[in-house]
């Protein structure tokens, strides 16, 4: 089964990373980009065909690794 | 003082500490690999150095955080032990959730290695009694990470409670934006544990030691700690 891990800073945590990618987007005229915020993706294969065990093991995986929940939201999808 | 530091791969700061702790105190620290699942017998200061713990990989910390031997820190600490945390140490301590907050990036992107002062807010705990009160000190930092942030009720009970043990400032002692050069909430660059037995901060104390270093001004956090244990024991 594979899944994917998707984390974002919270809104209001500072990105100055998001804040240069978007300077530079502008400066390379692209267009109508208002602003960016980056994150990060996990791409996971599980093993095991169940769906309710395998959503419980990356939540699990986020809230103790892939994600620090004090400045970082996350988001799983089994796909 | 028996010293136990910390060595993550990755790490590159463990043999200055290590230089500063038996300069200050006599003895040998005893060098402890992350896979250990328990500390040396009779440890009373724990180190974790600077560097670049597993590549700075997820989050600066993040892994390191989650290594057998944290587990025995974790026990330490809960114990009343001392714990040193420094540059890369204090992101660990950060993420194994040892201190609350987080190091996010320099507020200006860039990796900042350079001298800089720090005040050192109160003089009566283990980690600062080598000084006094509203004294500045001239300590180098080397980071990219060393961003202090927390939520705003975090950072206020910090404050309450005098958590805040050393600011970035000016040379002469003033707390302003042009001296917080990373962007850290309230300048803030070392806090402890709400029970006091738990330090982190970005900049380098034990580089800062030696006459042929230039400047000796990181000596009283090390020459406090011995003094403290020493009337304890």
């Known amino acids: 089964m594979k899944a994917r891990v998707t984390v974002t800073l919270k809104s209001g945590i500072l990105d100055p990373q998001g804040k240069a990618i978007e300077g530079a987007l502008k400066s390379l005229g692209v267009d109508g980009v208002a602003s960016v915020r980056q994150g990060k993706v996990f791409d996971i294969e599980l093993s095991g065909a169940d769906r309710a065990k395998a959503e419980a093991a990356l939540k699990d995986a986020a809230d103790k690794l892939l994600a620090n929940t004090v400045i970082e939201n996350y988001r799983v999808e089994l796909l | ?233």
């Open chain 2, 1 to 233: 003082m028996k010293s136990a530091v910390l060595v993550f791969p990755g790490i590159n700061r463990e043999r200055d500490m290590a230089r500063a702790l038996k300069l200050a105190s006599g003895r040998d620290a005893a060098m402890v690999w992350h896979a250990e699942t328990a500390l040396p017998k009779g440890t009373d200061l724990v180190v974790v150095p600077g560097g670049f713990s597993y590549g700075d990989y997820l989050r600066c910390g993040a892994i390191a955080a989650r290594s057998p031997v944290m587990d025995a820190v974790r026990k330490f600490a809960a114990d009343g032990g001392l714990v040193l945390g420094v540059c890369n140490g204090f992101q660990i301590l950060c993420e194994s959730g040892l201190l609350p907050g987080v190091l996010m990036r320099n507020a200006r992107l860039k990796f900042i290695c350079k001298d800089v002062h720090l005040r050192v807010e109160r003089s009566d705990t283990p980690f600062t009694r080598g000084y006094n009160a509203g004294q500045v000190i001239r300590v180098p930092v080397a980071h990219g990470e060393g961003n202090y942030e927390a939520d705003e009720e975090t950072v206020q009970r910090l404050e309450d409670e005098g958590r805040v043990l050393y600011r970035y400032c000016s040379a002469d002692g003033v707390v302003d934006e042009a001296s917080n050069i990373n962007g850290a909430a309230h300048s803030i660059a070392g806090i402890v544990s709400a029970r006091g037995n738990v330090l982190g901060m970005m900049p380098h104390p034990e580089n800062h030691v030696e006459d042929i270093m230039g400047c000796t001004d990181g000596r009283g956090l090390f020459a406090g700690l011995v003094a403290h244990l020493e009337k304890a024991a």
